[in-house]
């Protein structure tokens, strides 16, 4: 099964320092990576995607196969990107479970 | 333009009492999950429908039972309510489930419901 790690389950920063957001992943096979996101009282909601290689709202990930990872990065931290942040795999071609890593709450301070 | 709805957002119901809580999407999606989420903690999957077929993942309890009686709507039953079940139930959609195309397996998630136990 498709498994990812976030090491980090708080990262506070200060409004303007960059942020990264670690996840790392364990499983054969080509890895199919999200970052989704849950804003206070709002819902979860997909931030990007490995594939696409797209910034959204400033933030990026990398997928690194030498290293297992999918760090989500964002050069200068905003307040607004006070968020619980999940790393999360899509299903594998056994369609066994789909499941989020344990979250990382970012905190952004001014 | 709620493409998941989740009805009700808040339900109340009473130690041992069976409870319903409902997922409607207007998507036209494959696949329909449930996943449960307590306080500080990531969404657990529950189990999911790829279109009528039930998967039902092996540490869900036997508890929470699923219908899912057309592509639209899908329920969550719990037949016997604890008080650990308390939590937020959150359903989400996806086109496909496992699919070369990462867009197909994306998942939208509803707004969720609070399920509290008395």
């Known amino acids: 099964a498709q498994r990812v790690t976030q090491p980090e389950k708080l990262l506070s920063v200060f409004k303007g320092a960059p942020v990264e957001l670690k996840c790392n992943y364990s499983?054969?096979?080509?890895?199919?990576l999200f970052w989704y996101v849950q804003y206070s009282r709002q819902r979860l909601q997909l931030l990007l995607r490995h594939i696409s290689r797209e910034s959204i709202k400033g933030f990026t990930a990398d997928l690194n196969k030498g290293e297992t990872s999918f760090h989500l990065k964002k050069p200068f931290a905003q307040e607004e990107d006070s968020a619980m942040y999940y790393c999360a795999p899509g299903m594998d071609q056994a369609g066994t479970a789909l499941i989020f890593g344990k979250g990382t709450t970012l905190s952004v301070s001014s | 333009d709620a493409m998941v709805i989740q009805n009700p957002r808040y339900q109340v119901t009473q130690f041992g009492k069976p409870v319903t809580l409902s997922c409607s999407q207007t998507l036209n999606h494959n696949v329909m999950y449930w996943y449960q989420q307590k306080s500080s903690q990531a969404p657990k999957l529950l189990f999911h429908?790829?279109?009528?077929?039930?998967?039902n993942e092996a540490d869900t309890p036997d508890n929470f039972q699923s219908r899912r009686p057309n592509t639209s709507f899908c329920f969550l039953d719990i037949r016997s309510p604890g008080l650990g079940d308390a939590a937020m139930y959150l359903c989400a959609t996806s086109r496909d489930s496992y699919h070369p195309m990462p867009s197909e397996s994306e998942q939208y998630f509803g707004p969720g419901t609070r399920l509290t136990v008395t």
């Open positions: 429908y790829y279109d009528k077929d039930f998967n």
């Open positions: 499983y054969s096979g080509s890895p199919e």
